[in-house]
């Protein structure tokens, strides 16, 4: 188990510009979650998966935002034409979830921060 | 919907005294409350949560917290403070019955411990 990975660690990028972000869960976790933090505030909701499946999307996350999780495992979040607005810390996180309804705790990525200049 | 507040941005206290920092919520029905704690340039590491069962959980670190249910309160303790347990410290909820398991989290404490 070496825990949920994220990369890069550090993205900057003019306005404009796209970016994509990559999240590798904790290999046997079946669920996984991608939140926003901004400075001096908690980590918000985006987004989460089951397998493969994207079963909810705050509104949060507008039209220029994307996730996928294309085979189940490893998952994207792109961000086109980004905004100022857009610099913070993308959290990964992860968890599994058994058919007795049992769910773990989230288990979270170092995050990868992007700032848009 | 789902809430948290905590209502201390940071808790300042003395090596070896005991620490307490302050967690509400709000949710519609049974609440699963969690703890966890960043370090700068981190994720969150989860320290305890609640599901049900006995109020008080205790958790990593020595960490323990007190579920109340009559004050909608999550209060985060420790009996002995260490330098080292500063850091920044959240809240976060999540309603029994969504099925997206998702936490909904509090804005965060920043914990000072002082030699």
């Known amino acids: 188990d070496t825990g949920v990975s994220q990369d890069p660690r550090h993205k900057i990028t003019k306005r404009g510009q796209n970016v994509t972000f990559r999240c590798d869960p904790i290999s046997e976790h079946n669920r996984l979650y991608w939140y926003r933090q901004t400075l001096g505030q908690g980590p918000e909701f985006l987004t989460y998966f089951q397998n493969e499946a994207q079963l909810e999307k705050s509104r949060l996350l507008s039209d220029r935002f994307s996730a996928e999780r294309p085979k189940g495992s490893f998952s994207t979040l792109e961000i086109q034409r980004t905004e100022q607005g857009d610099s913070a810390m993308y959290l990964c996180a992860s968890s599994t979830h058994d058919r007795e309804g049992n769910n773990s705790p989230l288990h979270f990525g170092n995050g990868t921060r992007l700032t848009v200049t | 919907a789902q809430s948290v507040a905590q209502p201390e941005d940071q808790v300042n206290v003395a090596e070896g005294n005991p620490l307490t920092v302050k967690c509400t919520y709000s949710?519609?029905?049974?609440?699963?409350l969690f703890w966890y704690v960043q370090y700068p340039n981190r994720g969150l590491q989860f320290l305890l949560k609640y599901i049900t069962g006995d109020n008080l959980v205790k958790g990593s670190y020595g960490f323990e917290a007190e579920f109340n249910k009559s004050q909608t309160s999550f209060h985060l303790k420790k009996p002995s403070a260490l330098v080292s347990d500063s850091a920044l410290y959240f809240c976060a909820v999540r309603d029994g019955r969504d099925s997206s398991y998702k936490l909904i989290f509090g804005s965060g404490t920043r914990l000072l411990v002082r030699p």
């Open positions: 949710v519609s029905g049974n609440p699963y």
